[in-house]
């Protein structure tokens, strides 16, 4: 069966034979180096999801340029939805992508900061086939207003840590040849341990954004080019293997219920947890 791959550097679409996976090949748009990627693991959670274990790329990969027209876009998008972009957390150096964060600052209609993520969409993600709309995105969370945001506060771990992985999970997919979409778990290593001191949840998962207008997602460039914005929602151990168990409807039916939101609450109770609903 043929797989469906798209260079990483300029977007060229090809279709190559089964026994060509997991190997490098030529670009023939742009002459750069062309990582096909390996075939779908067969592992599978208990709910019938595919469980992929990513390895680090084989091959180099230059950071992509900033495309400063879709930068531009996405700031009249974010001030068009939510509000005027107050500052950007750049990158000084970058590997595969350069990602940059943006910052809403909180008002009284919303009264939290807001954290959306730029560069994710400068390459496409590495989708199976039949996901090819799903190739671009990017990534947003909510902090509380009382969230410190200054260079000084982040050199403290437990205020650092959001934007640390708001950086790395938007890397992840061109440095690992896969990709984010909704629904998908990245837990924080195997076991997963807690993000930091300050909370004991220890896995990410991509969910659709609610503190935002229903029009926000997604961000239509072009006919063959429209950018997805995920939530970033961080979950407990027991509420993650919850997802594996009976699926990303399961327990996005329990966060819903308890109003749980992209809005940061490192204490919140955990979903998963016997009391907390019948299972």
């Known amino acids: 069966m043929p797989i469906t791959v798209a260079c990483a550097q300029c977007g060229q679409k090809y279709?190559?034979?089964?026994?060509?996976?997991?190997k490098t090949a030529k670009c023939k748009s742009c002459g750069q180096p062309m990582h096909i990627p390996a075939l779908a693991s067969e592992e599978r959670s208990p709910a019938g999801t595919p469980i992929y274990r990513h390895k680090e790329r084989t091959t180099d990969l230059a950071a992509s340029e900033t495309d400063e027209q879709l930068l531009e876009r996405l700031g009249e998008h974010l001030a068009a939805h939510i509000?005027?972009?107050?500052?950007?957390?750049?990158?000084?150096?970058?590997?595969?992508?350069h990602v940059d964060v943006h910052w809403i600052e909180p008002t009284p209609e919303r009264d939290f900061h807001t954290l959306v993520t730029s560069g994710m969409s400068d390459r496409p993600m590495t989708v199976p086939d039949g996901a090819e709309e799903y190739?671009?995105?990017?990534?947003?969370?909510a902090l509380p207003s009382s969230w410190p945001l200054t260079q000084e506060a982040f050199e403290d771990e437990d205020?650092?840590?959001?934007?640390?992985?708001?950086?790395?999970?938007?890397?992840?997919?061109?440095e690992y040849n896969t990709w984010l979409g909704m629904g998908h778990t990245v837990p924080?290593?195997?076991?997963?341990?807690?993000?930091?001191?300050?909370?004991?949840?220890?896995?990410?998962?991509?969910?659709?954004?609610?503190?935002?207008p229903?029009?926000?997602?997604?961000?239509?460039?072009?006919?063959?080019?429209?950018?997805?914005?995920?939530?970033?929602?961080?979950?407990?151990?027991?509420?993650?293997?919850?997802?594996?168990?009976?699926?990303?409807?399961?327990i996005m039916e329990r966060l819903g219920e308890a109003?749980?939101?992209?809005?940061?609450?490192?204490?919140?109770k955990n979903v998963a947890k016997k009391g907390f609903w019948p299972f």
């Open 15 to 22: 279709r190559v034979k089964e026994h060509l996976a997991g």
């Open 83 to 97: 509000g005027e972009v107050k500052m950007v957390f750049h990158e000084i150096i970058s590997e595969v992508v």
């Open 135 to 141: 190739q671009y995105a990017e990534l947003l969370i």
């Open 159 to 174: 205020n650092y840590w959001p934007v640390r992985w708001l950086k790395m999970l938007a890397r992840m997919p061109h």
């Open 188 to 212: 924080n290593g195997d076991p997963p341990e807690p993000f930091a001191g300050n909370t004991k949840m220890c896995c990410w998962m991509m969910g659709p954004p609610v503190l935002v």
């Open 214 to 250: 229903e029009d926000f997602s997604p961000l239509v460039i072009g006919p063959e080019k429209q950018i997805h914005f995920y939530s970033m929602l961080p979950l407990y151990r027991e509420e993650m293997d919850l997802k594996l168990r009976k699926g990303f409807e399961a």
């Open 259 to 268: 109003e749980v939101t992209e809005l940061l609450d490192v204490g919140r």
